[in-house]
């Protein structure tokens, strides 16, 4: 039986998605994006994950889309089974319920660098290089990653990595918002997964309405009515009446995502 291309596990309150195509640098085909696909689904509806991880198996998070999977592909079908779907997976990825964090322990380029950015944070191993090569052999980003990075750290940071083909090391894409932590190679998940810990105390709830508020203030859902739906759907939650409790009593919050 071959190996899967993509894994889901839990850890505690911790969901671990892991791309598993480390000989390709966990480049992605279209049978890599159904996987991913599959797996944020299992992600989602998995009792008791709050935060959900995002890495790459071997020396690569992500090498973007497989050049010899799309070279293949006739113009109909590169515009309906890659770039259509490939959104589809992306979109699925950015409107996930739970917080998700890229652990970036290998680099991220092209469409890695966009997978990552599909997320609400990325934390960098010191080694990593991250950037938008693909005009180099005639090509856009084509799965929103431009969209998106324009939103998460703006216009300009885009340019030089889309226009002026800039590959940044992880300290430099720090200082530019790129990314949102940079540790010691090795220590990526370890990162990670303490930060995960952390958000996972917080409200699910609340959380996931404040997830979904923000990106509605970056223009990825639609407007006001969410941002009501949301207020109103936490006002009648156990968790809101849980953490009025633990606030009056000075206690830890019993949160259950009720």
Known sequence: MAEPLVTFEQDGAIGIVTLRRPEKFNALDIPML?????????AEAAEGVR????????????????????????????????????HRVFDRLAR???????????????GGLELAVACDFRVAEAQVKLGFPE??????????????????FGAQTVRRLALGGEILLA??????????????????????????????????LATEAAKLMIAVAEGEESAAATEA????FIALSGDLKAGVSAFKTKQKPAFSRS
Not at 80 to 86: E, L, P
Not at 135 to 152: D, K, L
Not at 229 to 232: K, P
């Open 171 to 204: 300290p430099e894409a720090l200082a530019l918002g790129v990314v949102d932590r940079v540790v010691e190679t090795g220590n990526g998940l370890a990162e990670a997964k303490s930060w995960a810990e952390k958000i996972a105390e917080r409200g699910p």
């Open 229 to 232: 739906l949301a207020s109103g």
């Open 51 to 86: 935060v959900v991880l995002l890495r790459g198996e071997g020396k690569g998070f992500c090498a973007g889309g497989d050049v010899e999977a799309w070279a293949q592909m006739s113009a109909a079908d590169f515009q309906v089974q890659w770039v259509r779907y490939g």
């Open 34 to 42: 159904r996987a991913l696909e599959t797996a944020l689904d299992t």
């Open 96 to 110: 996930l319920r739970q917080p998700t964090i890229a652990v970036l322990s290998g680099h991220a380029l092209g």
């Open 135 to 152: 005009t180099s052999i005639g090509v856009v980003p084509g799965w929103s990653g431009t969209q998106r990075a324009v939103r998460r």
